[in-house]
């Protein structure tokens, strides 16, 4: 199997400099109470995750985390209050698990879940996408990109980065691009949302669409990698954030992002070109889709005159979504395309289906025909990538 989205914990080193060059607005790593080495941004007093806890699903072989790795479904996430999951955030960087840290080591992690590549996407930074100042943003993708390169240098063919691009700044986004395609970048990751000021249908942004369809490289929008938006003021006396909800709804994000890829004409103008919808799951496309459709139909004039057919229909010709127990999807890929499905195991974070992911790809795939769980979990990902 190939995982389609797969992730790196990016090390302290990847972050040097930029304190010293923009001040607070920068992130640093430092210690939190008794969790050592986490993501710091002092401007917006934004904190991240302990290492061990972004790469916890690492920690499923032996010990206290260890799970059954004869299970058929995803093993449950780990609790933050569990005991050892409070130990190990006060380990930082020196307890995570070597086939995070090491890309030698992270080979055998991967032959451990039936799985020949990963394509890799970041951990600490998808809070640096978020951050107001875009130099900062800039410079820090600049740093993961040189360090990400060299980690998967050790296996390129099994280890397929995703370098960040920052859209920021449109000449700089285009930069970035043109310096990963001259490195080998067999895919980048832009932010699943845009930057507030400049949606992506901005002409801006075309130069960038056009060199990334020239060189076949898809473009992936990951959860997470949401650009800096103003949020509005918390009104006194609200109630708090539903995190439950917010995960469950969180296919919102991609959908206005996608709706307005179709919708106002990129895909239209650029047929060649891919984008990877990634960690969003897919069981909910085909109604999605069936919508986006009937508001075309409703409101004809509020699309781009370049669309010329049903907005559904560019799904099948320009995106491809990952999918990780998602039974829902693999029942309806036939709405939705076989081929735009790429299957993931989301390695080493909570939701991952490490180290067991033979065992739920089984169950995934229950009375599936072989040569369509063949292009889920295999094919569709070696010829996106060009593996």
């Not at 050790?154 to 043109?178: F, M, Q, S, T, W």
Request: glycine letters at 6%; one cysteine or more.
């Amino acid at each position: 199997m190939i995982s389609a989205d797969s992730h790196v914990v990016e090390p302290p080193e990847v972050l040097a400099g930029l304190a010293e060059r923009f001040g607070d607005d920068a992130p640093r790593i430092v210690d939190r109470g008794d969790q050592r080495q986490v993501l710091h941004v002092p401007a917006t007093n934004t904190w991240g995750l302990p290492p061990a806890r972004m790469g916890i699903a690492g920690y499923r072989l032996d010990g206290p985390l260890a799970v059954d790795r004869s299970l058929r479904a995803k093993p449950d996430p780990e609790d933050p209050a569990d005991p050892a999951v409070v130990e190990l955030s006060r380990g930082g960087y020196g307890v995570l698990h070597p086939g995070i840290a090491d890309p030698a080591a992270r080979l055998a992690d991967q032959d451990l879940d039936g799985v020949q590549a990963e394509v890799l996407y970041p951990s600490l930074f998808f809070t640096v996408f978020g951050l107001p100042n875009p130099d900062v943003v800039v410079a820090a993708f600049a740093n993961y990109n040189a360090w990400l390169h060299q980690y998967c240098s050790a296996a390129p063919d099994r280890l397929v980065g995703a370098p960040l691009i920052p859209l920021h700044h449109p000449a700089a986004g285009l930069a970035a691009l043109e310096a990963a395609i001259d490195a080998g970048a067999r895919t980048a990751c832009i932010p699943c949302r845009a930057p507030a000021w400049r949606p992506y249908r901005d002409p801006a942004y075309e130069p960038i669409w056009s060199l990334a369809e020239e060189a076949g490289v898809p473009l992936a929008m990951h959860i997470g990698t949401v650009a800096f938006a103003p949020r509005p003021p918390r009104v006194e006396g609200a109630p708090p954030r539903d995190p439950v909800a917010t995960y469950a709804g969180a296919a919102s994000v991609i959908q206005a992002t996608v709706s307005e890829l179709i919708c106002q004409g990129v895909a239209a103008r650029h047929p060649g070109l891919r984008f990877v919808v990634s960690e969003f799951n897919a069981g909910w496309l085909p109604n999605w889709l069936e919508r986006l459709d009937q508001g075309w139909m409703r409101d004809p004039r509020a699309v781009d005159p370049a669309v010329t057919r049903p907005p559904s229909t560019y799904w099948a010709t320009n995106f491809l979504a990952t999918i990780e127990d998602d039974r829902s999807a693999v029942l309806c890929r036939e709405l939705i395309g076989t081929d735009t499905l790429l299957w993931a195991n989301d390695y080493p974070h909570r939701d991952s289906t490490w180290p067991c992911s033979a065992g739920v790809v089984d169950a995934l795939m229950a009375g599936v025909p072989d040569a369509d769980r063949q292009r889920i979990t295999h094919d569709n990902a070696a010829a996106l990538y060009r593996l």
